[in-house]
T-cell receptor, first 113, second 108 residues
C-alpha cells in the first residue's frame, strides 16, 4: 500500500519558472487536497477536489492552479514561481464520510530563488 | 471564517512530567484531528474526535473534545524523549484548518 505519493521530493526553481507537483493515491479516496507548510504557520489549504472533476479554492490559492486528472491523481501547477512560494507542499486524500481521516503524502520541499 | 489557535507554541518538558496542549477554534465544527510531525517528515494521524465529550487515548497521549467550549486538549502523561515532535490540531469537515503547531521537546 503506497498511500499518497508525491513527486518530486525536492525542487529548486528560479523566479519565473513553472513546474507541476504530482500527487497520486491508491486508496480509492474521493477527496484530494494540496496544502503548503511554512514555519510557524501550520498547514494552509491551497486547493482541494471533493470528487473527480471538481476543484475549489482554499485559503491561499493565488499563484497556483490544479488539475484533478482522474480519481487517483491531483496535480498542482506553479505557472510563474515566486520566492514567496518557497515552502513544503503536502498532498492529502480522504474518503468522504464522518469517521475517515486524512492521509498525507511525504511532501515536496520547493525553493524558489 | 474558522480560526484555530494552539498553545503553547513551544513546550520544553522533563521526562516523566505531565503536560497539556490546548486547541481552541472559533466556529462550530463536526470533527477535530490531532497530528504528529517529526522533523522533515509528513503528518501522522493521532486522533479523530467527532462528538462532544469524546476522549481517545493511545499510549501516553490522551485527547478530548468539548464542542461547547470549542476546545480540545492533548494531554501527555509521563513524557518520554520519543514524544519529541510537533503536534498539530486541525478542525473542519471538507476543508481542514490547522493550528500553528506545538513544538514539544522532552529533555532526558
Amino acid at each position: 500500500n503506497a498511500g499518497v505519493t508525491q513527486t518530486p521530493k525536492f525542487q529548486v526553481l528560479k523566479t519565473g519558472q513553472s513546474m507541476t507537483l504530482q500527487c497520486a493515491q491508491d486508496m480509492n479516496h474521493n477527496s484530494m487536497y494540496w496544502y503548503r507548510q511554512d514555519p510557524g504557520m501550520g498547514l494552509r489549504l491551497i486547493y482541494y477536489s471533493a470528487s473527480e472533476g471538481t476543484t475549489d479554492k482554499g485559503e491561499v490559492p493565488n499563484g497556483y492552479n490544479v488539475s484533478r486528472l482522474n480519481k487517483r491523481e491531483f496535480s498542482l501547477r506553479l505557472e510563474s514561481a515566486a520566492p514567496s512560494q518557497t515552502s513544503v507542499y503536502f498532498c492529502a486524500s480522504r474518503m468522504t464520510g464522518l469517521d475517515y481521516g486524512y492521509t498525507f503524502g511525504s511532501g515536496t520541499r520547493l525553493t524558489v530563488v | 471564517e474558522l480560526k484555530v489557535e494552539q498553545n503553547p507554541l513551544f513546550l520544553s518538558m522533563q521526562e516523566g512530567k505531565n503536560y497539556t496542549i490546548y486547541c481552541n477554534y472559533s466556529t462550530t465544527s463536526d470533527r477535530l484531528y490531532w497530528y504528529r510531525q517529526d522533523p522533515g517528515k509528513s503528518l501522522e494521524s493521532l486522533f479523530v474526535l467527532l462528538s462532544n465529550g469524546a476522549v481517545k487515548q493511545e499510549g501516553r497521549l490522551m485527547a478530548s473534545l468539548d464542542t461547547k467550549a470549542r476546545l480540545s486538549t492533548l494531554h501527555i502523561t509521563a513524557a518520554v524523549h520519543d514524544l519529541s515532535a510537533t503536534y498539530f490540531c486541525a478542525v473542519g469537515g471538507n476543508k481542514l484548518v490547522f493550528g500553528a503547531g506545538t513544538i514539544l521537546r522532552v529533555k532526558s
